[in-house]
């Protein structure tokens, strides 16, 4: 018998994330681990009468292309999937890791020179999902190495992500509704800023011990502010919009984690919107390589403020450890057209950063236009995210 949580999970990603009706034509790309929530993806999207049909996808194939691949193949983009990009209604993503650290030892240019190749790709579902042409959503499906990242059992790691996403509620749907409408509050308030600037002190350990003085233009004539609430990720909770602009330096709290590998003690310095100064203090290399690897990467192209206040512990996957509430992230490489960024790079990558104080250092603090309206990780406004 199914895990009916997973029915529940299939019917929020078809019945609110993506909004399927009769007549869609809707991708379900996954792993074949994944087969039990596909199975109900599958089943939830004929009940809306949409057309559905697997894109399957293999961890294990990827593996063996990095491995043998030429530079030929490495920059090659299937046309196949070009076309599926062009003619679905709708996508939904079944992300379900079946080994983390699979690309740990592949040399990190082959890994960018691929990503590159297919950043036209990633380009034409940004500016189709802009336009309103495509409905996308991406979602966890629980495995046994996503857990192990975490520190936790299989069935401790299946509760965390559920929850998340709010599934234990009678109505996860009516639950999320109430969410986008206290964020929406706080996009309203954010949309009629031009500058953001975050602080946060030193916390011992850290890469270099400055702490966090981070100033970002957000000019509300070009950014617009973009209210995450399970329509493109699942589970959500965040706020963000393309920055403009950004000056001054960030010590992320978390390790930075792409394509499994984990950057410890990220410092960036970021001048006019770039980054000029980059360190690690474990995997620099890996840092650099993926800074470096086209025009766009360096460039901020996504400042986010995290509200999911169901999320409270960091577990090494960026699909949650974004929308912890109490944090704040920042991406470098590629914008989102819909949020006012058009930087384009096959980079995005998520860095997150905890403003809520510990017992040994006190928390930081968001201004906006030098008017405080977060502090110690949460909003000052009892009628935003994470107030009642």
């Keep these: 018998m199914r895990d009916q949580r997973l029915d529940k999970l299939a019917d929020v990603l078809v019945r609110y994330s993506t909004k399927v009706k009769k007549g869609d034509l809707v991708s379900i790309g996954a792993d074949p681990v994944a087969m039990p929530m596909i199975e109900a993806v599958f089943e939830a999207v004929l009940k809306a009468g949409g057309h559905p049909f697997w894109s399957m996808r293999s961890s294990t194939l990827n593996d063996t292309f990095l491995e043998h691949a030429s530079d030929e193949q490495l920059d090659f983009l299937n046309p196949v999937e070009m076309f599926a990009v062009d003619t679905i209604d709708v996508s939904i993503g079944l992300w379900a890791d079946v080994n983390t650290k699979s690309l740990s030892r592949v040399d990190p240019k082959k890994v960018a020179r691929q990503r590159l190749a297919h950043a036209p790709r990633m380009t034409r579902t940004l500016n189709r999902a802009a336009k309103g042409e495509m409905r996308w959503c991406g979602t966890m499906y629980p495995t046994i190495s996503s857990a192990q990242d975490a520190e936790m059992s299989l069935a401790q790691y299946e509760k965390f992500v559920f929850e998340a996403g709010l599934l234990h509620l009678p109505d996860p749907v009516a639950a999320w509704e109430q969410i986008h409408a206290r964020q929406q509050l706080v996009c309203d308030f954010l949309q009629t800023k031009d500058e953001l600037h975050f602080k946060a002190p030193p916390r011992e350990g850290r890469n270099g011990h400055d702490g966090t003085d981070l100033r ?47 950057v410890e003690g990220v410092r960036l310095e970021f001048k006019d919107n770039r980054v000029v100064n980059a360190s690690a203090t474990k995997n620099e290399e890996f840092l650099f390589a993926m800074l470096d690897q086209d025009a766009g990467a360096r460039t901020m192209g996504e400042i986010a403020i995290g509200t999911n206040y169901s999320i409270k512990e960091f577990s090494k996957n960026t699909l949650f450890d974004e929308k912890i509430g109490g944090t704040f992230h920042a991406a470098c490489g590629m914008g989102y057209p819909e949020s006012g960024s058009f930087n384009e790079s096959a980079l995005h990558w998520d860095m997150v950063c905890d403003l809520r104080p510990t017992k040994d250092a006190p928390g930081g603090t968001i201004a906006a236009d030098g008017e405080v309206f977060h502090k110690d990780g949460h909003f000052l406004n009892d009628a935003w995210p994470g107030n009642g």
């Excluded at 965040?238 to 403009?244: H, I, K, L, Y």
């Excluded at 010590?251 to 394509?259: G, L, Q, R, S």
Aim: aromatic share 12%; net charge negative.
């Design 216 to 262: 970002v233009n957000i000019d509300q004539q070009k950014s617009i502010w973009v209210n995450c609430s399970g329509g493109e990720n699942f589970p959500d909770g965040e706020v963000f919009c393309g920055p403009q602009g950004a000056d001054g330096h960030v010590n992320y709290t978390f390790p930075a984690v792409y394509n499994g590998r984990e």
